[in-house]
């Protein structure tokens, strides 16, 4: 197992190098000119010889990609200030350097991602578990209507709604905002609970809809009827047998939500004002700020790589035959 | 010839006195497009100590009926009605709780397929020492002990060490040896097995049928063996019900029903079965047709589409009206006993021998 992971560790590694050199290139390919963006209105040439010059535009593309990919490791020092490692260049539009920015930015989104993982996984896997046991009842009927009425909730229509009704109207709680755990937990889950409850929405129908069809799935297996012919009590079948092999394609799902919610929720945090990844994101893409595109990208294609691989220990854990092949 | 009618030796399917007594079972699904009536008045008697053969093509309610006897069938798209009785006990009836106490312990299943019968995800060891554990009370270790003698038993090499495999550490041979072992952790008084041999090599299969033999001679048990092959039913069993569309077509002593079958449909089955002596150019004589479908089952006797000799009933009979099938020795068909003795003669036997 530790070989296994220290293997997958490795690759990891060996991608996250292989992305940051893609992003690199793919940021000296871009046709906008690097330099006069960051120069900005009243730009005099000799003004942009010194910024190509301070950013070390006018070196050859090897020693620019050295700088970079060093700087990750080492630090870098930029005209403007330090930029400790890791460092991931300097924000144009912020005239920050890139990852204090997202370690700004890191904990209103993580804060939403557990949050939200909190919700969708003890309601949508529980509701659709509940639906599976009692399937054909009118607990799974209307289980199965309100998932399917719900996933079509996008957090851009629930959201507005939400706050229409509990913060502007009634008056019954504030907007929502963030507020760090450390200072004040109670402030931070009230604060959020609003984003968290609206984006859960969406995941936790369909998470049910998931649970309910693989669990119903694995109810057909053979084993589980021959675990029924040995006596063994249905509920016992249902959590032993049933519910093992069902949490495979869930575990799949669940990494690649997971990833992508530390990536940024955009639209929740738009749609609540809060500022997180996906903001920056954003911010990067409209401002051309691509220091601040390429360092959000690594940190998205970071938490991929670790999710790929929790995923994977995860299967191991489940599943015996992925241990020993 | 005589004994095409006679009654006496046959297996008496009345009588408290049988072990497992099934009576008119009627099983029903209702799916989207109708109801299935996949069992349709079955009547059947297993003894103690005996094995109790059924053959009959896929889809004809063989599984059905011992899904059923188990009660596992899908009590939500299913409806059972009719009588199964075992020692006296109606499983039709009885509460959930009490068929658990009694799945898996009186009664066992072996399932056909040994690749997916075994759960992936626990050991062999753990999946045999659980029905033990429950169905006893027995601790983790006496169960433990329990299911390696077993699996020494069943003809596993090495059983401690392998007590702790996972099933796909397992051959298929193995992983059927190990589905056996599981189903006779508890010495259930009812053994069904289900297609036991059929995804097995011959040779394997041989070994396993002798196996099954020696657990019946040890232990008593009642044994209903389903399969299609009929090389494997004539080694097995002792009596014999030939099924189709959810009916019995045909019943009596094993011996009886393969020597001297009386029913066009066995005919067939007997009929398309290669021979081990036969010439390479001999043609195999299938039965014309398909199945017919249990969703909307023919009129009359349910074989009629397909059988040959309908022209030889007076009237339209075969379309119209269903033939019962009387106690003990006896097929389910319009054909009287002097025409089944003359096709008989003339046609099927030249073809078997």
């Known amino acids: 197992m530790l070989q296994f992971i220290l293997r997958r560790s490795v690759g990891a590694v060996v991608t996250l190098f292989l992305i940051g050199a893609a992003t690199f290139f793919l940021f000296v390919a871009a046709p906008s000119d690097y330099a006069s963006l960051a120069c900005g209105k009243d730009c005099s040439p000799e003004r942009l010889e010194d910024i190509r010059h301070a950013l070390g535009l006018d070196l050859p593309l090897a020693t620019q990609f050295w700088d970079f990919m ?87 229509f629930l959201g507005p709604i939400v706050l229409l009704i509990f913060v502007y109207s009634t008056g019954w709680m504030e907007d929502p905002k963030y507020v760090p755990f450390t200072q004040d937990p109670v402030g931070w889950l009230v604060g959020l609970s609003i984003p968290i409850l609206v984006m859960s929405t969406i995941f936790t129908a369909q998470y049910t809809r998931m649970a309910r069809s693989s669990i119903i799935e694995q109810l057909q297996e053979e084993h589980v009827r021959t675990a029924r012919a040995k006596g063994m009590p249905r509920r016992y079948v249902f959590f032993r047998y049933a519910w093992r092999g069902a949490m495979i394609p869930i575990v799949t799902i669940l990494g690649i939500d997971i990833s992508a919610l530390l990536g940024g929720g955009v639209v929740t945090e738009l749609t609540f004002s809060l500022q997180g990844i996906g903001r920056l994101a954003v911010d990067g893409a409209v401002q051309k700020d691509l220091p601040l595109t390429m360092g959000v990208m690594l940190v998205g294609a970071f938490f991929i790589l670790l999710m790929n691989i929790l995923v994977d220990i995860a299967y191991a854990w489940i599943d015996p035959r992925v241990r020993l092949s | ?73 899908n009590p939500l798209s299913s409806t059972v009605e009719g009588e199964i009785l075992l020692d006296g006990q109606d499983l039709v009836t009885a509460a959930e709780k009490d068929m658990e106490r009694l799945r898996g312990n009186k009664m066992a299943m072996i399932f056909q397929d040994p690749l997916t019968a075994l759960s992936p995800y626990y050991t062999v060891g753990r ?227």
């Open chain 1, 70 to 156: 060093s700087g990750i490791v080492a630090g870098r020092d930029f005209p403007d200030g330090d930029c400790p490692a890791p460092c991931l260049g300097q924000s144009f539009y912020y005239s920050e350097n890139v990852w204090d920015l997202i370690v700004d930015r890191l904990p209103l989104t993580l804060s939403l991602t557990v949050g939200g993982i909190v919700c969708f996984l003890f309601v949508g896997l529980g509701t659709g578990m509940l639906a599976a046991y009692r399937r054909g009842t009118l607990v799974d009927k209307v289980a199965t209507g309100a998932s399917m009425v719900l996933s079509s909730f996008q957090i851009y």
């Open chain 2, 1 to 73: 010839m005589t004994t095409l009618t006679k009654t006496e030796d046959s297996p008496a399917p009345t009588g408290p006195e049988s072990f497992l007594s099934v009576r008119d079972l009627k099983v029903r699904f209702s799916t989207e497009d109708g109801i299935v009536k996949a069992v349709d008045g079955l009547s059947f008697d297993v003894e103690r100590g005996k094995t109790l053969g059924i053959v009959g093509e896929s889809g004809s309610g063989k599984s059905v009926t011992n899904l059923t006897v188990l009660g596992l069938h």
């Open chain 2, 127 to 353: 999946q045999l020492s659980e029905p033990y554990m429950k169905h006893t009370g027995a601790s983790k270790k006496e169960a433990k002990d329990r299911a390696v003698q077993m699996l020494e038993k069943v003809g596993i090499p090495q059983p401690r060490t392998r007590f702790d495999d996972y099933p796909h550490q397992f051959s298929g041979g193995m992983r059927q040896r190990a589905v056996i072992a599981m189903a006779l952790m508890c010495d259930p008084e009812l053994l069904i097995a289900d297609e036991p041999t059929t995804a097995l090599d011959v040779t394997v299969q041989a070994q396993i049928l002798d196996l099954l033999r020696d657990l019946q001679q040890e232990f008593g048990s009642a044994i209903i063996f389903i399969t299609h092959d009929l090389g494997v039913i004539a080694n097995m069993a002792d009596d014999l019900l030939v099924m189709y569309a959810g009916r019995a077509v045909e019943r009596g002593t094993t011996k009886e029903v393969l020597g001297r079958p009386t029913h066009p449909y066995t005919w067939g089955l007997l009929s398309s079965m290669p021979r081990l002596d036969g010439d390479i150019n001999e043609e195999l004589m299938p039965i014309p047709g398909s199945p017919p479908s249990l969703l909307n089952p023919p009129s009359g006797c349910p074989f009629h589409p397909r059988c040959a000799y309908t022209d030889q009933v007076a009237g339209n009979l075969c379309a119209d009206s269903r033939p019962t099938l009387a106690p003990g020795r006896a097929a389910a068909c319009h054909l009287t006993a002097e025409q089944k003795q003359t096709i008989f003669i003339d046609k099927i036997q030249p073809r078997l021998r």
